[in-house]
């Protein structure tokens, strides 16, 4: 199982970006997938979430400017990003929580990341 995630860059504060994350490989179904970042000497932290039945769920700093979305057709996640502030540079890592067909149940995968970094 493979997850790859694309779309970050460099943009100036205010702008957008949107983020692909595309699971492949040995997939039976797809839970929960998300986002989540990780700043240099900090912690990883939820951005945001989304259920196999589309039910959302967003850190409080991100609420009203991120939406995330999913094409469980594609195994794709999303995130749309909007008003982006220099608080949000972060690398941003897609994850999935997935039964590849494993006896021993479904189990979180992480993406390699990608980097996002908004200037002022």
């Known amino acids: 199982v493979q997850l790859q995630a694309s779309g970050g860059g460099l943009v100036q504060a205010g702008g957008s970006l949107r983020l692909s994350c595309v699971v492949s490989?040995?997939?039976?179904?797809?839970?929960?997938m998300g986002w989540y970042r990780q700043a240099p000497g900090k912690q990883r932290e939820l951005v945001a979430a989304?259920?196999?039945?589309?039910?959302?769920n967003y850190a409080d700093y991100v609420k009203g400017r991120f939406t995330i979305s999913r094409d469980n057709a594609k195994n794709t996640v999303y995130l749309q990003m909007n008003s982006l502030k220099p608080e949000d540079t972060s690398v941003y890592y897609c994850n999935a929580d997935l039964w590849s067909g494993s006896s021993y149940g479904a189990m979180d995968y992480w993406g390699k990341g990608t980097q996002v970094t908004v200037s002022s």
């Open positions: 490989g040995s997939i039976f179904s797809i839970n929960a």
């Open positions: 989304i259920t196999s039945g589309g039910k959302t």
